[in-house]
């Protein structure tokens, strides 16, 4: 079993709809990032979490440390959201290093 | 101010050569995060470098090797490569020491190797 589980591997939306990604991980961590990947393979990070929740434009991601459990919700999507989603988590153990789920495809039809 | 930059951007290596990958950190930051990604996968951790040495590793042989110079670059080396080490090969730069709500990781573009 992964350390880093994300769900679901694919999803397909239509624009404007509310769009919730998962993430579930099984190590005590530090902080957790939620990251996006444009075909072409560029990374962009676009949360970090240790508690609570952040906001940032449509985009809101939430951590549950007693669950494991975060969630990227995305409000109001568009097309230009259709990238690869990839949930990363730096345990206690590891330092700064990352452990990254396998990241969940994100297709938003216009 | 420039971000993480890699270089090449691609490249075509055969099996048995060797292939080096080179990586700039973004201004401020001194520590070089190596990581290898698979067609559909998530990335995986190859090792970091801070202060010039390896600090930390993943599960990757020792064919796979690196280095980090004084102004902070990084070199990803790879020897004798094998059909499987076509991937996509990312670096992330951060800041290191500074907790948790600092060490946020910057990536290049990556470079993707394909062994023929």
């Known amino acids: 079993k992964n350390e880093v589980e994300q769900s679901p591997q694919n999803l397909t939306a239509q624009e404007g709809e509310f769009i919730t990604i998962n993430c579930s991980y099984s190590?005590?961590?530090?902080?957790l990032h939620w990251l996006q990947q444009h075909p072409g393979g560029g990374i962009v990070s676009l949360f970090m979490?240790?508690?609570g929740k952040k906001k940032h434009g449509r985009l809101i991601a939430t951590i549950n440390i007693q669950e494991k459990h975060s969630s990227l919700h995305i409000t109001a999507s568009h097309p230009r959201d259709s990238a690869v989603y990839i949930c990363a988590v730096r345990s206690m153990a590891s330092g700064s290093r990352l452990t990254f789920g396998e990241g969940t495809q994100l297709t938003v039809n216009p | 101010d420039a971000g993480v930059t890699q270089s090449p951007t691609h490249l075509i290596k055969t099996r048995g050569q060797q292939v080096t990958l080179r990586c700039s950190p973004k201004s401020g930051h001194d520590t070089v995060s190596w990581y290898q990604q698979a067609l559909g996968q998530g990335p995986q951790f190859i090792f970091q470098?801070?202060?010039?040495?390896?600090?930390q590793r993943g599960n990757f042989p020792d064919r796979f090797s690196g280095h980090q110079f004084p102004n902070y670059s990084s070199e990803l080396n790879v020897n004798a490569l094998l059909l499987g080490d076509s991937a996509l090969y990312l670096c992330a730069s951060s800041l290191a020491g500074r907790g948790v709500d600092t060490d946020t990781q910057y990536f290049g573009p990556g470079t993707r190797l394909t062994v023929l």
């Open positions: 979490l240790s508690s």
């Open positions: 190590v005590g961590i530090s902080a």
């Open positions: 470098y801070y202060e010039e040495e390896e600090r």
